[in-house]
């Protein structure tokens, strides 16, 4: 595959910020930053409705956002889990990547407020986001399910629940999830730089930094969760057989493409229909932060018809 140059418009705004100072990382600070780059209403992608809701589940209640992209008698679902290192990310910081999906999907997208590390304590996070899909599939939250298609799709940590979720559910017998749709997912916690050749290749320079990786999930991996466990590096778990099919958007210069591209790989070896689909040009966080360039749009669009493509097959 021949290199691509990073996209010109990343290759601009990577060049305004700060070189990493090796200085600790504080939670607080850095949700403040994301919360204030989040746009007014007036100027996000306006669909039939946008709510707010609470998800009753077994794990408790669950902040979610229901986005429903014009009036119907049913629904198809994607239950859509948000990125950022365990730690970062929410309802708002992730808006616009929900709104994006319902408009292109045609699907009722539930956005999960789940419990963010380093307060709550692995499994939290997790319990919440299966919790909602299960909430979604029942008849607790009014959906208008058309008990067709249930997706999950989450970006980079988002990705990592996943194929967490994805593997739970089927463990448990919980067979109602269709397809899974991973955004340059986040999939082995084990960061060593030998493990992958992307982990060096795209080591500097693009946001994301390999260097990096080990203090962003820091939250999450001193909170109870162990890179052993399958639950927290999907990529561990040894038998992919039964999951949901599968779409895989890597981004080339991600530090994490070929974990996500190996994932895709190891699910269509185990039977599973999946696409792994590389963005040229792109870097990690691409769809949350790049999406306004129209061939990086184009994972929306892709994903619309991943989903449309044979629904509820």
């Known amino acids: 595959m021949n290199a691509m140059a990073i996209h010109p418009e990343i290759a601009k705004v990577l060049a305004t910020l700060p070189a990493p100072d090796g200085s600790p990382l504080d939670p607080r600070a850095m949700r403040a930053g994301e919360a ?15 709510d707010d809701a609470t998800a009753v589940t077994s794990s408790g209640e669950v902040p979610v956002r ?23 990310g929410g309802l ?32 939290a996070g997790l319990d919440d986001c299966y919790g909602v899909v299960r909430w979604a599939a029942g008849k607790g939250g009014n959906l208008k399910w058309d008990g067709k298609n249930l997706a999950i799709a989450g970006d980079s940590s988002g990705g990592n629940f996943v194929a967490a979720v ?19 997912p986040s999939l082995d916690l084990d960061f060593d730089v030998e493990r992958y050749p992307s982990l060096r290749e795209n080591a500097e320079g693009y946001g994301l930094e390999t260097a990096g990786l080990k203090p962003f999930n820091s939250f999450y991996l001193e909170n109870g969760a162990d890179p052993a466990d399958p639950r927290v590096s999907p990529i561990k778990r040894e038998d992919l057989a039964g999951l949901p099919a599968a779409l895989v958007i890597t981004a080339e ?12 790989r190891r699910l269509a070896e185990a039977g599973v229909e999946t696409k792994v689909t590389r963005y040229p040009g792109a ?12 061939e990086l749009y184009r994972a929306f669009e892709e994903t619309g018809e991943f989903l449309n493509a044979r629904a509820g097959q």
């Not at 204030?36 to 946008?50: D, G, K, N, T, W």
């Not at 210069?253 to 895709?264: K, N």
């Not at 870097?283 to 129209?294: C, D, E, L, R």
């Open 92 to 123: 708002d910081t992730h808006d616009h990547v929900a709104r994006a999906l319902a408009k292109e999907t045609g699907h009722k997208v539930i956005s999960v407020g789940y419990r963010l590390a380093p307060e709550a304590v692995f499994p």
């Open 283 to 294: 870097n990690h966080g691409f769809v949350q932060h790049f999406s306004w360039i129209p």
């Open 66 to 88: 229901i986005y429903t992209p014009m009036e119907a008698d049913s629904y198809g679902l994607l239950v859509y889990f948000h990125g950022g290192a365990f730690f970062l």
């Open 36 to 50: 204030a780059q989040v746009p007014p209403l007036a100027e996000r992608l306006p669909l039939y409705s946008v």
């Open 166 to 184: 994805a593997a739970i559910a089927h463990d448990d017998g919980f067979n109602r999830i269709t397809h899974q749709v991973l955004f340059y």
């Open 253 to 264: 210069h991600d530090p994490l493409r070929d974990e996500g591209e190996l994932y895709g």
